[in-house]
């Protein structure tokens, strides 16, 4: 009732946002410029298994994932807080090497981070010494990028709702503002596989509904590979095309769940509720 | 954005100052007046030239607060900090007219070693040319250790956080050698440099240099690891993790470094200013106390205490303009 509430509320309020999104451009120019598309990267993901040492004694956090993402797919990863999830998605970042197993892009190993797979961290960690801008043009300084930094970084803080903001120093933002940004900072390296690490854990309800459709626009318009680690099981219902269940640690994958429903989709379909019972049945929640 | 703030905390208490300003600024300047009299017209017991010329400055200085006083609201700047300092004044001139009693006038204090005022001001008038001289060779002489003991630090420091081999290396020797105060090289020191203004320079940077590159270090230990993680992911090389990534997250701590070792620094100078270099401020007091030139000392001191000032005030200001993003800047 709550949900349905806000979803009314939200389909009130995101025309607005949306309007006040794209206030600067008038007419038909108002988009970026557009880019040739890059599209997304197949994912692969043979048996990893990791294991953290705390102590001496070693902690398995994977177990033998396998996972396939075709190119432009958007899957979720659910679970419990803990199992997991984040360390899977620094490995598919090639942020740490995993202990066995093979991550594979396009069919070419991962072997160490690279711009073309971002991860958007579950804490914004914008520099806290650069504007909102500086943050977001990162990414192409760091590469060498030469030319209209400025303006692709503009683009990129409009896509999430944050013109205006372009000299603020992340101290004056909100908290999701700041995760806002810091997609945007990854937005504008055009990557070929979006990791995101619950990327609107700490957005009020109403935003998130809000960002929850801006997500789905970008990916729908950009055809990036997506992974979205959430514990929200609508969440991932109403963005993912499938939904990835790892219950407990060490993760592995339980269930592999197809959503086959036309987007945008509506909390209360009857389908989305049907899947979202089966799916706490899974993680062992009473319904 | 940092400024709204700080207008707003400021307005209601320029409000307070505004309403009282005529009374103090008029007591401030009665005060200075009072400093005038007392000094022109109470008889002194002995033979200051300037007694005059600093009745004069009292009595022009006086005269310029009341002239002022009802202007101040109309002056910006000037006038805001005008209303601020009043009451200082009125409490400085108290001070000098203190002084100037128990010292030439009542003689409470023994004289050759506490001069009045006016003869401090002859000192300023009649030697400026050998202080000025002084002060300039300090500055040199600091400038050019502060500047190579604080890069040296910030290079060293940089270092030993980012590489674990000159960790290793690096830091037993820092742990043993740079807790030495640098004025015990300093017999060292001047029998191995070639002159002793390079030892002095020497000495000046390595003063500056320890709590530089320890701080620095320990700046660069603690950046929080996950901008670096971000930092790859978005494709930055070594050059640019170290460069725009670890120094920028390093630089309050470099900025407490830098503000100890300018400390640090300013003791180094004066011994060695003593000891070995025949210029400098340092010099100049032995030279005053050598002589018995007790006005002179204080002048010197005087002088020596602007200039530490000055240095840390730009040193302050230098640390706002990088550091502007950071919240809750402590005001020197
Ligand atoms: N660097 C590390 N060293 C040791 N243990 C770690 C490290 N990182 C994570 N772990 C452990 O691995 C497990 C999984 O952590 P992870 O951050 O992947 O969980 P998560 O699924 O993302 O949880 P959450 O939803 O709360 O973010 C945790 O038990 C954690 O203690
Ligand atoms: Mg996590």
């Excluded at chain 1, 935003?207 to 099981?233: G, I």
């Excluded at chain 1, 379909?269 to 089966?278: G, M, Q, Y």
Aim: contains cysteine; aromatic residues 8%; positive net charge.
């Amino acid at each position: 009732m709550v949900a349905a509430a806000l979803e009314r509320t939200f389909d009130r309020l995101l025309p607005q946002w949306r309007a006040a999104a794209r206030r600067d451009g008038p007419g038909p120019t108002r988009e970026a410029p557009p880019r040739p598309a890059v599209g997304g990267a197949r994912l692969g993901v043979r048996a990893v298994s990791h294991a953290f040492d705390i102590r001496g004694t070693p902690l398995p956090v994977l177990d033998r994932v396998d996972l396939d993402v075709e190119p432009g797919g958007f899957v979720a990863l659910l679970g419990p807080s803990g199992c997991g999830k984040s360390t899977l998605l620094r490995l598919l970042a090639g942020l740490e090497p995993p202990d066995s197993g093979r991550i594979t892009l396009d069919g070419q190993p991962v072997e160490g981070p690279d711009p073309s797979r971002l991860l958007v961290f579950q804490d914004p960690t914008l520099y806290p010494w650069r504007t909102v801008r500086g943050n977001v043009t990162l990414g192409l300084e760091a590469r060498g990028v030469a030319g209209d930094r400025r303006e692709r970084a503009g683009a990129a803080l409009r896509l999430v709702g944050l013109e205006g903001f372009e000299d603020a120093y992340p101290h004056q933002l909100s908290g999701g503002m700041a995760q806002r940004a810091a997609l945007a900072r990854a937005l504008v390296n055009e990557p070929r596989l979006l990791l995101l690490d619950e990327p609107l854990g700490k957005l009020d309800a109403l935003t998130r509904l809000a960002m929850q459709a801006e997500l789905l626009r970008l990916w729908r318009e950009k055809r990036f590979t997506a992974v979205l680690v959430t514990h929200d099981v609508e969440e991932a219902l109403v963005l993912a095309e499938r939904v990835i269940v790892l219950p407990d640690r060490p993760a592995s994958v339980r269930a592999d769940i197809a959503v086959g429903r036309p987007y945008p989709r509506h909390r209360d379909d009857p389908e989305l509720v049907r899947l979202r019972r089966e799916i706490l049945a899974i993680l062992g929640q009473p319904t | 954005m940092a400024s709204l703030s700080e207008g707003a905390g400021l307005a209601p208490r320029e409000g307070r100052a505004a309403g009282r300003l005529p009374l103090a600024a008029l007591g401030a300047g009665a005060a200075w007046i009072a400093l005038a009299a007392a000094t022109q017209l109470l008889p002194e017991a002995g033979d200051f030239p300037y007694t005059g010329a600093f009745a004069t400055t009292s009595l022009a200085a006086g005269l310029a607060l009341l002239a002022l006083a009802p202007l101040a609201h109309r002056l910006g700047h000037a006038g805001a900090w005008l209303r601020h300092r009043t009451p200082w004044l009125a409490v400085l001139a108290l001070a000098f007219l203190a002084w100037e009693l128990v010292t030439a006038k009542l003689e409470w204090l023994p004289m050759p070693f506490f001069p009045p005022p006016q003869a401090i001001l002859e000192v300023f008038a009649e030697d400026w040319r050998k202080l000025g001289g002084s002060t300039l060779n300090s500055l040199k002489l600091l400038a050019g250790g502060y500047l190579i003991g604080a890069a040296a630090g910030v290079a060293l420091g940089v270092a030993i956080g980012w590489s674990r081999t000159v960790g290793y290396w690096a830091h037993p020797v820092l742990r043993f050698v740079g807790p030495l105060p640098a004025t015990a090289w300093l017999p060292l020191a001047f029998f191995v440099f070639p002159s002793s203004w390079s030892a002095s320079t020497f000495l000046v940077a390595l003063a500056t240099g320890f709590p530089v590159t320890v701080l620095t270090w320990s700046g660069v230990a603690g950046v929080n690891k996950a901008y670096f993680d971000v930092a790859r992911t978005l494709g930055a090389s070594q050059r640019f993790l170290v460069l725009r990534v670890a120094v920028p997250a390093a630089l309050p701590h470099v900025f407490v470094g830098l503000f100890m070792g300018l400390g640090g620094s300013f003791a180094v100078l004066v011994v060695a200013e003593m000891l070995g270099v025949k210029s400098g401020l340092g010099w100049y007091l032995q030279w005053a106390q050598g002589w018995a030139a007790y006005a002179n000392l204080y002048a010197a001191l005087i002088v020596m205490a602007l200039m530490c000032s000055g240095l840390i005030t730009l040193l302050f200001r230098l640390r706002d303009r990088l550091l502007s993003w950071q919240k809750g800047l402590v005001q020197w």
